[in-house]
C-alpha cells in the first residue's frame, strides 16, 4: 500500500538548520507532486510547498522561499525539506503529503521539530 | 493568494446527528478543493477532493458539495469516530492554502 515514512524527531537551537526526509513507497515516485505542509502546537496546518519529482521544479510559500529547500532523490523514492535559520516560531510537526487530486492523497506521520536553546 | 475561510470554527453534536460545514474562498477556485479530517496527535487523512469526490475507502457518510465560492462538507449521521478537526484546502492556485479547521466535539 502507499506509504510516507518520515524521519524522527530533531531537537535544534535557535539559527541552525534541520532536514527532513519523506521516504515514499507503493507507487510511482515520479508520478505525483510531493507537499510539505507544518502545524504549531494547538495550531491549524499551514501549506509551504511543493517538488515535482519528476523535474525537482519547486514552488514555496511566500514566507518560507529562501529558508526552506525541498529536493528529491528519485533513487530511493524520496523528498527532503530542510529549514535554515530556524526561529522559535518553526517549532511543529512538520508533514509530507500526496495532494494531488489524482494521486494517493496519503500523508506521513509527521516529524516534530523543536527549536530550543 | 486565496483566502479560505471555515463556519462554523468550532461545534458540538451528538451521535446520528447531520453535520455541516462551510468553507468559503476568497476568489473563485472552480472544483479545486479538498476536505480533511485530524484527530489528535495524527496525520490528516483526505476525505473528499475535486469539492466532491469521495476519497477511496471513505464511507459514504460523507459528502462534498459546491456552489460558486462557498463549499460544503457533509455528515449525514454522525458516528463516534466522526469526532475530529476538519480542514479544507485549496489547490487551484498556488500558493495551496488550508482553511482555519473546524472542530467538531460530542455534545
Known amino acids: 500500500q502507499v506509504q510516507l515514512v518520515q524521519s524522527g524527531a530533531e531537537v535544534k537551537k535557535p539559527g541552525a538548520s534541520v532536514k527532513v526526509s519523506c521516504k515514499t513507497s507503493?507507487?510511482?515516485?515520479?508520478?505525483?507532486?510531493l507537499h510539505w505542509a507544518r502545524q504549531a502546537p494547538g495550531q491549524g496546518l499551514e501549506w509551504m510547498a511543493w517538488?515535482?519529482?519528476?523535474?525537482?521544479?519547486?514552488n514555496y510559500a511566500q514566507k518560507f522561499q529562501g529558508r526552506v529547500t525541498v529536493t528529491r532523490d528519485t533513487s530511493i523514492s524520496t523528498s527532503y525539506m530542510e529549514i535554515s535559520s530556524l526561529r522559535f516560531d518553526d517549532t511543529a510537526v512538520y508533514y509530507c503529503?500526496?495532494?494531488?487530486?489524482?494521486?494517493?492523497?496519503?500523508w506521513g506521520q509527521g516529524t516534530l521539530v523543536t527549536v530550543s536553546s | 493568494d486565496i483566502q479560505l475561510t471555515q463556519s462554523p470554527s468550532s461545534l458540538s453534536a451528538s451521535v446520528g446527528d447531520r453535520v455541516t460545514i462551510t468553507c468559503r474562498a476568497s476568489?473563485?477556485?472552480?472544483?479545486?478543493l479538498g476536505w480533511f479530517q485530524q484527530k489528535p496527535g495524527k496525520a490528516p487523512k483526505r476525505l473528499i477532493y475535486?469539492?466532491?469526490r469521495l476519497q477511496s475507502g471513505v464511507p459514504s457518510r460523507f459528502s462534498g458539495s459546491a456552489s460558486g465560492t462557498e463549499f460544503t462538507l457533509t455528515i449525514t449521521s454522525l458516528q463516534p469516530e466522526d469526532f475530529a478537526t476538519y480542514y479544507c484546502?485549496?489547490?487551484?492556485?498556488?500558493?495551496?492554502?488550508f482553511g482555519p479547521g473546524t472542530k467538531v466535539d460530542i455534545k
Open positions: 503529503a500526496s495532494l494531488a487530486p489524482s494521486g494517493p492523497g496519503v
Open positions: 507503493g507507487y510511482t515516485f515520479t508520478d505525483y507532486y
Open positions: 517538488i515535482n519529482p519528476n523535474s525537482s521544479a519547486t
Open positions: 476568489q473563485d477556485i472552480r472544483s479545486g
Open positions: 475535486d469539492a466532491s
Open positions: 484546502l485549496q489547490y487551484s492556485n498556488s500558493p495551496f492554502t
